[in-house]
């Protein structure tokens, strides 16, 4: 008897599909500010302008339609601690807002925000405390968050540091 031989090709069993977490965003390379005191410091991308002033520190795009302003208060001896949630309640009764405001897990130490005002502009701001100092960070941008200037402006906030000073 003739035997018949198999031409069915055999493949390998096929392994599960796997999800892809999202790729993390991060800055590129850029550089870290740190204020002469020493107790602020922030990433600054490449083509970003810094700008330091006498009140505040300003990080704009190359195209100028994003920009993050940094200002920092410091508690005198007879003043309460520096609460990030009270002065960001404070601020947002003040703020242009339209529509919503995006708020995250605030505490003492950190509190933010996102919301548009009336022209279509959208804002991120982000108060850090150590309880004797206050950083005060601002984004406004007429570009959505999504966008590359907005992610990126986005990270440049987030890259904030607060040292507690001696």
């Known amino acids: 008897m003739a035997t018949k031989k198999s031409t069915s090709v055999k ?3 096929r392994k ?3 999800k892809k977490s999202p790729a993390k965003v991060t800055l590129p390379a850029c550089g870290i500010y740190t204020v002469p005191r020493g107790h602020v410091s922030l990433s600054v991308p490449p083509y970003w302008t810094l700008r330091q002033s006498t009140d505040d520190i300003r ?4 195209d100028g339609e994003t920009s993050v302003v940094i200002s920092s ?3 005198n001896s007879t003043s309460v601690k520096l609460d990030a949630r009270e002065y960001l309640k404070h601020f947002l009764q003040t703020a242009p807002v339209e529509g919503r405001v995006a708020a995250a897990n605030n505490t ?3 509190a933010s ?3 548009r005002d009336a022209d279509g502009g959208y804002w991120q701001v982000r108060f850090i405390s150590n309880l004797k100092t206050l ?3 601002t984004c406004y941008s007429n570009q959505p968050p999504t966008s590359r200037d907005g992610r990126t402006a986005s990270l440049v906030i987030e890259s904030i540091k607060l040292k507690a000073r001696a």
């Open 11 to 13: 493949t390998a069993p």
């Open 16 to 18: 599960a599909a796997t």
């Open 113 to 115: 925000a996102r919301f």
């Open 108 to 110: 003492a130490r950190l």
């Open 59 to 62: 990080v704009d795009s190359e």
């Open 73 to 75: 208060y410091q508690r």
């Open 135 to 137: 950083v005060l960070a």
